[in-house]
């Protein structure tokens, strides 16, 4: 059979024909004004998807970029940080300040549990010179969302910081940057905002400005003063060549989802995960998640009995060109994600649940054809109603 391929991973994501094509257009140059507008235009757009007002400054590499950006800008070796993790992106976030040589109180939750708040305040409470606070938003590597509202009051009245990582969650989950108080929120291009992979971006509220300004760790190519700078000159720009192509792709994604609108893009996603897991339920297999409140960016599922998650995984793209992800880390082979955030919608969860049935029965986990695309089919019409 011909081959098609369905990239259902929680990054990259698929991107909307028209970011695609607006890449074949001819370079312009990074010092005129047409690129100016093109920049201010995406930067903008960025601000109202994030839902703020601080300073948001782009960078040309992957999320992690940002996330060492806020490392590196934010404190100083010696500098005392609380890092909440529960999977392999909070991880990131201590290995980051480990080799920026903070002393990393860490404060590691369940991978199937989302961060307590009440252990957060105890620790600021009894640690008074933690001088930052690390978060995952929506921790791709087991599913689970952080209530990440709750987490900013508990640091909002305290000396420290609130950073968060939302690479997977800005753009199709809740969040609201100023709001909720989170003073530097990183993302990436390459999951809700449905752009290829290599630009980062940062927002940097007033009091995360006052820790730059005292920061000692060196930063030179993530410099966020030096960003900050640039953009706020008369012809805003970043201080190094950016990467041109990437800032058209961004440019007309942002305006796509500012199109769909904020709030439709949150519950097209929430109605993408009911769906998807009512459809794994009702074929038999378990979420991983015992968290499931805000948890609608990726699907973490249970590998059923005798099946590895990575048999589902290779035979899911071998067979059927459906490529999801397995399990990271600790949960190797145990559990297998789909992905549904950024340009999905129903149809496109439908292919992957059908896939995923003829896998099941293919290994050995028999079920009924149609049985879980069946229940999905249902929560999409109570949802859709009206
Ligand atoms: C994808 C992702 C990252 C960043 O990974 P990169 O490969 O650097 O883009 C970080 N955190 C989370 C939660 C992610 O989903």
């Not at 890449?23 to 140059?29: K, L, M, R, S, T």
């Amino acid at each position: 059979m011909i081959r098609k391929e369905y990239l259902m991973t929680p990054g990259p994501t698929p991107i909307p024909p028209e970011v695609s094509l607006v890449q074949a257009e001819p370079i312009i140059h990074h010092r005129t004004p047409a690129y100016t507008e093109l920049f201010v235009r995406m930067v903008e757009g960025l601000k109202k998807v994030l839902l703020t007002e601080n300073d948001v400054l782009t960078f040309a590499a992957s999320g992690t970029g940002a996330m060492e950006g806020a490392v590196a800008n934010c404190f100083s070796p010696g500098d005392r940080v609380l890092v909440a993790a529960g999977g392999k992106f909070g991880q990131r976030f201590a290995e980051i300040a480990r080799e920026y040589r903070l002393e990393v109180e860490y404060y590691e939750y369940a991978w199937d549990e989302a961060a307590d708040v009440e252990v957060i305040s105890r620790l600021l409470r009894e640690k008074p010179d933690i001088k930052g606070v690390f978060v995952t938003h929506s921790e791709t590597s087991t599913g689970i969302v952080n209530d990440i509202r709750s987490i900013g009051e508990a640091v909002r009245d305290t000396p420290a910081i609130l950073v968060v990582d939302s690479i997977s969650g800005a753009g199709a989950l809740e969040l609201r940057t100023d709001e909720w108080n989170i003073d530097v929120l990183v993302t990436g291009s390459q999951k809700a905002l449905m752009t290829p992979p290599g630009l980062a971006a940062a927002a940097v509220s007033p009091k995360a400005w006052e820790y730059v300004e005292k920061a000692g760790s060196p930063a030179f190519y993530f410099s966020f003063s030096k960003a900050r700078k640039k953009y706020r000159s008369d012809t805003p720009e970043t201080p190094f060549t950016p990467a041109v192509s990437l800032v058209m792709a961004m440019s007309k994604a942002v305006d796509i989802l500012l199109q769909e609108g904020l709030e439709a893009a949150w519950e097209r996603h929430r109605m993408l995960a009911l769906c998807t897991r009512a459809a794994v339920q009702a074929m038999g297999l378990e979420l991983f998640p015992k968290v499931l409140e805000r948890a609608y960016a990726v699907t973490a599922i249970k590998a059923p009995e005798g099946i590895s998650g990575g048999e589902i995984v290779r035979h899911m793209n071998r067979v059927h060109g459906v490529i999801i992800a397995g399990g990271q880390e600790q949960l190797k082979g145990k559990i297998f994600r789909i992905g549904h955030v950024g340009y999905y919608n129903f149809f496109d969860m439908a292919v992957a649940l059908t896939a995923l049935e003829l896998t099941l029965n293919a290994l050995g986990f028999p079920l009924e054809p149609g049985s879980g695309v069946g229940a999905a089919e249902r929560v999409y019409l109570e949802l859709t109603a009206g």
